[in-house]
């Protein structure tokens, strides 16, 4: 993971430095998650270069930013919460579709846990800064597309799990189906300012879906289509 960055700009250095990461991950480990091995990634991942450089000092807070088109980066807790989630099981996954690329941080984060990463994002302009800098950070296991998340991708599925970094009042059919059995989806669910709970769905047998929420959170909502 370094790709055409300097060594200088992946640890980053003041507001950015390996200090800011580690205090960061010492608060989330007060908050409650309890994965070292989620924790480790967050330490090494340069939050920073996944922002606007406006904002890079602010990167190590444990807030969401705003990243443009009215999109935000998740705030780091929720990353790391809903990572924890997904690996959470005596069987780790090996391939995960990831709905919402966003800036890129979740995918990053997964792709030093997983084998392989998909990722769609539905808006044109955000789709091709991320990619450009997923590339130029070295990863071979991210794999981006432009497309209407709610389709998800179903040329590679199934997946071992999903994850959806936008929050829908009902969960895309389309996305159930591409979920392997055994796999399980982690997921906002509810309207935006009307109770979103992080939610994960497992999938027993080819009909057979179980859902347990298990902490209130605020993302920006699943929205159709792609511009």
């Given at each position: 993971?370094?790709?055409?960055?300097t060594?200088?700009?992946?640890?980053?250095?003041?507001?950015?430095?390996?200090?800011?990461?580690d205090?960061?991950?010492?608060?989330?480990r007060?908050?409650?998650?309890?994965?070292?091995?989620?924790?480790?990634?967050?330490?090494?991942?340069?939050?920073?270069?996944?922002?606007d450089?406006?904002?890079?000092?602010?990167?190590?807070e444990?807030?969401?930013?705003?990243?443009?088109?009215g999109?935000?980066?998740?705030?780091?807790y929720?990353?790391?919460?809903?990572?924890?989630e997904?690996?959470?099981?005596?069987k780790?996954?090996?391939?995960?579709?990831?709905?919402?690329?966003?800036?890129?941080?979740?995918?990053?984060?997964?792709?030093?846990?997983?084998?392989?990463?998909?990722t769609?994002?539905?808006?044109?302009?955000?789709?091709?800064?991320?990619?450009?800098?997923?590339?130029?950070?070295?990863?071979?296991?991210?794999?981006t597309?432009?497309?209407?998340?709610?389709?998800?991708?179903?040329?590679?599925?199934?997946?071992?799990?999903?994850?959806?970094?936008a929050?829908?009042?009902?969960?895309?059919?389309?996305?159930?189906?591409?979920?392997?059995?055994?796999?399980?989806?982690?997921?906002?669910?509810?309207?935006?300012?009307?109770?979103?709970?992080?939610?994960?769905?497992?999938?027993?047998?080819?009909?057979?879906?179980?859902?347990?929420?298990?902490?209130?959170?605020?993302?920006?909502?699943?929205?159709?289509?792609?511009?």
């Amino acid at each position: 993971m370094s790709g055409g960055f300097t060594r200088q700009e992946i640890m980053g250095i003041g507001f950015t430095s390996q200090r800011r990461r580690d205090e960061l991950v010492q608060r989330l480990r007060e908050k409650g998650v309890k994965s070292e091995e989620v924790l480790d990634v967050i330490a090494q991942m340069p939050r920073h270069l996944f922002v606007d450089s406006a904002m890079a000092k602010r990167a190590y807070e444990d807030d969401a930013l705003p990243i443009g088109q009215g999109q935000t980066i998740s705030q780091p807790y929720i990353v790391a919460r809903m990572t924890e989630e997904l690996l959470r099981g005596e069987k780790k996954p090996r391939k995960v579709l990831e709905v919402g690329t966003g800036s890129g941080y979740q995918a990053a984060v997964l792709a030093m846990l997983v084998d392989q990463v998909y990722t769609v994002e539905r808006l044109m302009g955000l789709y091709q800064e991320t990619d450009a800098l997923l590339r130029k950070m070295g990863f071979k296991n991210i794999h981006t597309q432009h497309s209407d998340g709610s389709w998800g991708w179903e040329e590679h599925a199934p997946y071992d799990a999903i994850l959806a970094a936008a929050s829908p009042d009902d969960i895309p059919e389309s996305l159930l189906m591409q979920l392997a059995v055994g796999g399980k989806l982690v997921l906002p669910l509810g309207a935006p300012g009307g109770g979103q709970q992080l939610t994960v769905v497992h999938r027993m047998s080819e009909n057979d879906f179980e859902t347990e929420a298990f902490e209130t959170v605020m993302f920006v909502p699943f929205l159709p289509g792609h511009q």
